[in-house]
């Protein structure tokens, strides 16, 4: 058994408790203790110091592409269809496996050392992506990603390829692996090949992830092609009926928010990437008073262009003030349960994951409270949300292992992974 002691204990519990002086347990990957340190510790044998660190839950990214690290930099200052047509889709042709496998293995050192301790990804070589989570100590919500433009029997093959990988990884690396089906959007899969991944879905009893109404042009072409807007597209194929994380969900009338919030559709909302591919603004504070879970996403490096989810904390807890011209929507404890507590429910592991309870996974991260920028030490979730950021994590807990102790990454090598990642993006035709 392991304790972490005489730390500022940032629960994000429902009663939102911080902890002075506090302790968090854990055993077998498990929580087992939060509360005051106690003064009797014999029962444990192993006492971790957490003086001057604030304890919290670790960030929970609900929607990215760890692949696409490897074009941080690439194609900038674009909007999302061009972005996508002209930059990314032929880049990716190329990538091979190696490509992936470096390119998620720079995004989990990145994800570790920023507090990080679970990712949702779509993408392709999915095998690749999962053994590097399964490696490194990580958590992630994998799924193959699928994009029906390409002939029929191809289409079927990626069908195969992307239940295959979800039924041969669910559960895997002892349980910190889960997996979804995802068709990449209404836009690029029909409403037949739609329907046909949800079957799959449903077989499997897997959620589904994908992209939804996330540029004006997006809703636009919709209207066109099926005479209905993405959200009732959706829900008439029947998508809704299942467990959904729609990433983006921009664009919404006040119909559509009602809509989701009636299935309880789980929304990934990406502040950064959608300001830098000028997107626009999600309706968050109307989502969130309407009872919709909307958590917290980075999407890729080459959109936003890191993965460092403490910035989308802050973003998602000032720009809808900005917005709305009302500084009380979006308060810092609600930001910070959108990259927590409503994350674990939108990765549909709310039992398990998002706050320090007894009994949930010891999934946490340390923070150094002893610096400047976060005196006076008055409160504690206002300078997470506010006035930290991701570099102030010295410690990565997941599953009750250390993946970084003291800034040191215990997993993963850094200085190979840059150095692969420089040679494999070389091999790339630009
Ligand atoms: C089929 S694998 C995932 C696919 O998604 C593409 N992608 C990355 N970011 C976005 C975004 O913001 N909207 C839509 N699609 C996106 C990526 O390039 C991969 O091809
Ligand atoms: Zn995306």
Avoid at 31 to 58: C, F, W
Avoid at 135 to 163: D, H, T, Y
């Amino acid at each position: 058994m392991k304790i972490i002691t005489n730390a500022t204990v940032i629960t994000v519990n429902e009663q939102n408790e911080v902890i002075y002086n506090g302790a968090v347990g854990f055993d077998g990957g498990k929580i087992t203790y939060v509360g005051k340190t106690p003064e009797d510790l014999s029962a444990y044998d192993e006492i971790i110091d957490g003086t001057n660190k604030y304890l919290m839950p670790g960030l929970i990214n609900t929607h990215g592409h760890v692949g696409m690290s490897l074009l941080r930099g690439f194609a900038d200052d674009l909007p999302l269809k061009q972005w996508l047509e002209e930059k990314m889709w032929p880049m990716e042709g190329q990538f091979t496996k190696e490509h992936v496998k470096w390119g998620t293995a720079i995004s989990i050192i990145e994800m570790i050392r920023t507090g990080t301790t679970t990712f949702v990804d779509m993408y392709d070589h999915m095998d690749t992506v999962a053994q590097e989570v399964e490696a490194s100590g990580m958590r992630g919500v994998l799924c193959r990603g699928v994009i029906g433009f390409c002939s029929e029997e191809e289409r079927q093959q990626k069908l195969q390829e992307a239940a295959s990988f979800a039924s041969r990884w669910n559960g895997a690396a002892n349980g910190r692996i889960h997996t979804m089906m995802s068709p990449h959007a209404p836009y690029t899969c029909s409403p037949e090949y739609i329907q046909q991944i949800l079957e799959k879905a449903i077989e499997l009893n897997v959620p589904l992830h994908i992209h939804m109404s996330e540029s004006k042009a997006e809703v636009e072409q919709n209207v066109q092609d099926y005479g209905v807007r993405p959200v009732a597209h959706l829900e008439n194929l029947g998508v809704f009926n299942h467990p959904t994380l729609v990433a983006h969900a921009v664009h919404l009338t006040d119909e559509e928010i009602d809509t989701l919030a009636k299935y309880d559709v789980k929304v990934a909302h990406n502040p950064i990437s959608n300001l830098k591919l000028a997107s626009g603004v999600a309706r968050v504070p109307e989502m969130l008073a309407k009872g919709v879970c909307v958590s917290l996403a980075t999407d890729s490096s080459a959109s936003n262009n890191n993965l460092n989810l403490f910035e989308e904390l802050k973003l998602a807890a000032i720009l809808h003030k900005g917005v709305s011209y009302d500084p009380e929507v979006v308060p810092a404890e609600e930001a910070l349960r959108m990259a927590t507590r409503y994350a674990a429910d939108a990765v549909f592991q709310k039992e398990s994951l998002g706050s320090l309870e007894v009994g949930k996974k010891a999934d946490m991260i340390m923070l150094n409270a002893a610096q400047a920028h976060l005196q006076p030490a008055n409160d504690p979730i206002s300078h997470v949300v506010y006035a930290a950021n991701g570099y102030d994590v010295t410690d990565t807990i997941v599953d009750g292992h250390f993946l970084m102790k003291d800034k040191e990454l215990i997993t993963m090598d850094e200085q190979q992974a840059i150095a692969e990642v420089n040679r494999v993006f070389a091999l790339l035709k630009q």
